[in-house]
């Protein structure tokens, strides 16, 4: 039953039996505050968001009978996805440039996942308002969905396309690069408005669930906390996991700081572990105590195991 594993390898079913939401601050992660959750290697901080993404939550509501809850929707994104190992920017030399190229593919791997997880959601519009979210599209953002295609799984495709283009035109040319490059203001935010603008979705609040953020790259990290920085948590919220590998720098892309308690809270996942009697002590009690019964189906006690 305590066998290691990743928690992106468990199937949903098994991570949502597996989970424990008592004793720690999984539930944080449904506010709107930005949130950094910090903690060594294995404490829970991948499960905790993996978690709270729409897959899971859909599919525990599913298995509850219960009705989804519309109003915030999780979007796991996570660092080791190949968009952040790309070092094109390294052909570069100018540092505004290699920021904005930075930030470009931090940006697309979010709208891909975004639009990956409203692609999944059934019945969200009309035909008519089908036609309204293609113009705004073309209009606000210049994107234009072919018609034989559902929006959302063709605007997977497009940041795709976007991603391939962008790296092509930077390996073949002198220094220049695309005008295509996109920002989370000029893409993300007038994204989700027109998103907001669906009858279904318009109480919308996005969780935008950062995993292993340590993995981002310099100018990620302070555009990151520049999105951060942002005052308006009607439409969005980070929360972002960090490993102790290394101190997290809490400094903005225009060089200013981001403020504990003020811009964000921050959770230790290992700070109560003194004794058993703290949260830290019945959580881990409680996770050993549902791996043994679903491994084996018996009485064994959590103290008599050990």
């Not at 930005?34 to 991948?46: Q, T």
């Amino acid at each position: 039953p305590f066998e290691f594993e990743a928690a992106v390898n468990f199937a949903t079913d098994e991570l949502i039996e597996y989970f424990v939401e008592d004793h720690n601050y999984s539930r944080f992660i449904q506010s709107s505050r930005n949130i950094f959750i910090v903690g060594e290697r294995g404490c829970g901080k991948s499960m905790t968001l993996l978690y709270n993404s729409y897959q899971k939550q859909l599919r525990k509501a599913e298995k509850e009978n219960k009705e989804f809850d519309y109003s915030k929707i999780g979007i796991y994104i996570p660092c080791t996805n190949v968009l952040f190992f790309k070092k094109e920017y390294e052909l570069v030399n100018n540092d505004f440039k290699v920021s904005v190229l930075s930030e470009h593919f931090f940006v697309l791997s979010i709208a891909h996942e975004m639009v990956n997880v409203l692609s999944l959601i059934p019945n969200l519009f009309d035909t008519q308002k089908e036609e309204e979210i293609r113009s705004d599209l073309k209009y606000i953002l210049n994107i234009d969905v072919p018609n034989g295609a559902p929006i959302f799984k063709g605007l997977v495709k497009y940041f795709q396309k976007l991603s391939n283009e962008t790296q092509n035109e930077i390996n073949n040319s002198d220094g220049s690069f695309s005008e295509k490059c996109v920002s989370f203001f000029s893409l993300i935010i007038p994204l989700i408005r027109i998103v907001k603008s669906i009858e279904h979705l318009n109480r919308l609040h996005f969780l935008f669930l950062i995993d292993d953020a340590h993995d981002l790259n310099s100018y990620q990290v302070k555009v990151l906390n520049s999105w951060i920085a942002y005052r308006d948590h009607t439409d969005f919220s980070f929360k972002v996991a960090v490993a102790k590998v290394r101190p997290h720098m809490y400094i903005t892309a225009t060089g200013s700081s981001i403020i504990e308690g003020h811009d964000f809270l921050k959770i230790d996942m290992e700070k109560p572990y003194q004794n058993k009697f703290s949260d830290f002590g019945l959580w881990a009690k409680d996770i050993v105590k549902r791996r043994l019964e679903k491994c084996w189906a018996n009485n064994t006690g959590v103290y008599t195991f050990f």
